[in-house]
C-alpha cells in the first residue's frame, strides 16, 4: 500500500512538472507572439512585415548613434534601409540622389523609372521631423518591396538630435498604412505646400553637399548619376547606358553628360526622346532652369541635341568644354572629387564641384537619347524668401573656393 501510494505520489509530481514546462512554453510563445505583434500593431497586423532583418539592421544602426560629420553640426545614420544590390559583383549604375521629408514622395516614381540601385540621404532638421523621418522609414522597409530591394536610405540631422525605433505610441501614424502606395500618400501630404530649402527649425541650413557625399559613399566600384529627388531620367536610361560600348580615355578621366530639361504638368512625365520632342514642340518642356539662368546649363548645347538622329542605340553624341557657371548632371565613376560640403541651402553648390572637374582635367561627353526631367517649370515666385541672401553668401564662399582650387591642382592650366 505504502508503494502503492509513493508511486501516486511521484506521479502527480511529475504531472505537476510536465505541466509546468508546459506553462513555461506557452508563456514563452505568447511572449515571443508579443513582440512580434508589438510591431505588427503597427500597421494594424493586417500586413506581413519584412523579415527580422530588416528590423535589427534598423535597430542596430539607431542603437549605434550614427557618427558626426567633419564639421561635427551634423549626425548621420548610414544605411537606414540597404538594400540588396550592394552585394553585387558586376558593375551598375546607381542613381545618388537626397531629399527632405516634403519630397521623399518623389522616390516612388524614381524607383519605378530607375529600376535599379538607388542611394539616398534625408534630411530632417528638428526632433519632430527625425521622429516622423524614422517612422516612415520602417513604414517604407514594411510595406514597400521595391524600396527594400533596392534602396539604400541615410539619415542625416542636425548632431544635437538622436533617433530611435519606433515604439507602439506611434500606432496612429501608420493606422491607415496598408499597402505601400498608402506610405507615398502620406509622404505626399506631409509635403504639400512645402517650399524647397524652407526650414521650419531655427538655425537649420540644408546641407545639400554633404548630404549628396553621404549618398555617393556606398556607391563603391559603379557608376553613379547624381540627381535632385523631383527629377525623373529617361526610360531605359540604366540599361542603355550599360549596354554602351567602353571607349578609351585617351589618358583623360570624363564625365557623360544627361541634358535636363523642365515640364510644366507633371501628368505625363516623358519615357523617351520622341515623346520630349513632341513636348518641347507645344511648350510643355524647355531646357532646365532656363528662366531663371539660361547660363547655368547653356553649354549642353541643347539645339544640337534636340537635332540629333532619333532611335538607335545610346552612344557619346558630342563633346562639350566647360565653361562657367555650368552646372551639368552626368554619369560619373565614383572617384569623381567629392562635393564642397560647406555649400548649404541655394547656390553655387553643384557648380563648385563641376568647376573643379574641370580644374581637374575632366572631359564632358553628352549623350545621344538620355535626358532628365524637373518636376515643374522653375519660376522666381517658387522660391523660398532668403534664396537670394543665401546665393550671396555662397556667392562669396565659391569665390574662395576657385582660389583653393588654384592650389589643389597647381599644373592645371584651366580656371574657372
Not at 566600384?221 to 540604366?238: A, F, N
Request: hydrophobic share 40%; net charge positive.
Amino acid at each position: 500500500m505504502q508503494c502503492s501510494c509513493f508511486q501516486v505520489l511521484v506521479a502527480a509530481l511529475a504531472l505537476v512538472a510536465g505541466l509546468q514546462l508546459l506553462y513555461l512554453a506557452l508563456l514563452s510563445g505568447l511572449h515571443g507572439q508579443d513582440q512580434r505583434s508589438h510591431y505588427a500593431e503597427l500597421f494594424q497586423g493586417r500586413r506581413s512585415l519584412p523579415s527580422d532583418g530588416h528590423k535589427e539592421r534598423l535597430k542596430q544602426v539607431l542603437a549605434s548613434g550614427g557618427r558626426l560629420d567633419a564639421s561635427r553640426q551634423y549626425r548621420i545614420y548610414q544605411d537606414m534601409l540597404r538594400g540588396t544590390w550592394d552585394g553585387e559583383h558586376s558593375q551598375d549604375v546607381v542613381l545618388v540622389t537626397h531629399t527632405s521629408l516634403s519630397n521623399l514622395h518623389h522616390t516612388q516614381q524614381l524607383v519605378e523609372r530607375w529600376r535599379g540601385p538607388l542611394s539616398m540621404a534625408l534630411f530632417a532638421p528638428g526632433p519632430a521631423e527625425v521622429h516622423l523621418a524614422t517612422v516612415m522609414i520602417y513604414a517604407l522597409a514594411a510595406l514597400c518591396a521595391p524600396i527594400r530591394h533596392l534602396v539604400r536610405l541615410h539619415l542625416v540631422c542636425q548632431a544635437d538630435q538622436v533617433a530611435a525605433f519606433p515604439e507602439l505610441e506611434d500606432h496612429d501614424e501608420f493606422a491607415r498604412l496598408q499597402a505601400c502606395g498608402d506610405v507615398f500618400t502620406k509622404l505626399a501630404r506631409v509635403g504639400a505646400g512645402q517650399r524647397n530649402y524652407a526650414m521650419d527649425v531655427v538655425n537649420a541650413s540644408y546641407p545639400n553637399n554633404l548630404l549628396r557625399n553621404v549618398a555617393r559613399r556606398v556607391v563603391g566600384g559603379h557608376w553613379m548619376l547624381v540627381v535632385d529627388v523631383d527629377m525623373v531620367p529617361s526610360e531605359g536610361l540604366r540599361e542603355a547606358f550599360l549596354a554602351l560600348p567602353r571607349v578609351a580615355d585617351e589618358g583623360m578621366p570624363r564625365v557623360l553628360v544627361v541634358p535636363a530639361f523642365e515640364i510644366r504638368h507633371t501628368r505625363r512625365i516623358p519615357g523617351t526622346k520622341i515623346e520630349l520632342l513632341q513636348l518641347y514642340q507645344v511648350g510643355e518642356i524647355r531646357p532646365f532652369y532656363e528662366e531663371l539662368c539660361p547660363r547655368c546649363q547653356a553649354p549642353t548645347n541643347y539645339s544640337h541635341w534636340l537635332n540629333l538622329p532619333v532611335g538607335g542605340p545610346l552612344h557619346v553624341a558630342y563633346e562639350v568644354e566647360w565653361r562657367d557657371p555650368w552646372e551639368p548632371f552626368y554619369i560619373g565613376a565614383s572617384s569623381v572629387p567629392n562635393y564642397d560640403e560647406r555649400f548649404k541651402q541655394y547656390g553655387f553648390n553643384r557648380i563648385s564641384q563641376a568647376c573643379e572637374l574641370h580644374m581637374a582635367g575632366y572631359r564632358f561627353s553628352v549623350l545621344s537619347n538620355a535626358f532628365l526631367v524637373h518636376k515643374g517649370f522653375k519660376v522666381a515666385s517658387d522660391f523660398h524668401a532668403q534664396k537670394d541672401a543665401e546665393n550671396q553668401r555662397n556667392k562669396v564662399l565659391f569665390r574662395q573656393f576657385k582660389q583653393e582650387l588654384k592650389i589643389r591642382y597647381p599644373t592645371s592650366s584651366r580656371r574657372c
